[in-house]
């Protein structure tokens, strides 16, 4: 949880906490989030009530579902972010090249959001999506830019996030996860080996501004067993640290 706010409104918090609920259940009614939130079953209608009206949540029959004039607001906050025009092309091109699923994530709030994802001719279908955000430690995307954060920075996602174990090979050790920022760091390069997702590996590398503000990520992913040997360790970082190196040259002279 990030930090809280020191005047919250709990309104406010009461209708996000419900329409994070919608998102988990896929869809529900108001007895069932009510027994998920404890909250009572009128106050859950009357909030629902007025996001169906304000068009932010669908009814269809008894059940509520996410609307979708969050797409709105998703794609205008995509749009706002420089490096999202400027990376789109080179991971795009990184898709068509690799045949491989590429991708281009940035940080927010201490998670990883993926901002544009292109797929290859040969790519594998992945539970995330557009818009999904994930722990920072668990991914090659987020040890990438985590490398590049101040230490400050990194004690303030650790203590928020903490270092949740997703397979048998994500880091959950402190001391481990600063060992392998400090490789990051020296090599360019950071490795997801099934950390994430078991059968799925991922090389990835921050995009730095001139000045060394991280900016984002980019990567290539796929099943273990197409990464291995030489693609993991050599052809894929190459790649991946080429199509950096011309977004942040597009970065530091756009």
């Not at 397979?167 to 402190?174: A, L």
């Not at 990464?227 to 052809?235: L, W």
């Amino acid at each position: 949880m990030g930090k809280q706010a020191k005047h919250a409104v709990k309104s406010v918090e009461n209708a996000f906490e419900i329409l994070d609920a919608l998102k988990q259940l896929n869809g529900a009614g108001v007895s069932e989030l009510s027994e998920h939130l404890g909250l009572p079953k009128s106050t859950i209608h009357n909030y629902l009530s007025t996001l169906v009206q304000e068009e932010y949540v669908v009814k269809e029959g008894s059940t509520y579902h996410i609307g979708i004039r969050f797409l709105e607001y998703g794609a205008f906050a995509r749009i706002q972010m420089d490096i999202y025009e400027i990376a789109r092309p080179e991971v795009d091109d990184l898709a068509e090249r690799t045949g491989e699923l590429a991708n281009l994530m940035v940080e927010q709030h201490g998670r990883g959001s993926y901002l544009h994802r292109a797929r290859g001719e040969r790519a594998v279908q992945v539970e995330a999506h557009v818009g999904t955000r994930v722990s920072l430690h668990g991914t090659a995307l987020g040890k990438a830019m985590l490398a590049h954060f101040p230490d400050e920075r990194v004690d303030e996602i650790v203590e928020m996030h903490g270092l949740t174990g997703f397979t048998p090979t994500t880091i959950t050790d402190r001391d481990e996860l600063e060992a392998e920022l400090a490789e990051i760091r020296e090599t360019g390069v950071a490795f997801d080996d099934e950390e994430r997702l078991p059968g799925l590996r991922c090389v990835a590398a921050p995009i730095l501004s001139n000045n060394g503000r991280v900016l984002g990520a980019i990567s290539v992913s796929g099943p273990s067993n197409r990464i291995r040997d030489d693609r993991f360790t050599e052809e894929l970082p190459n790649r991946v640290l080429e199509a950096v190196n011309v977004i942040e040259l597009n970065v530091t002279y756009s």
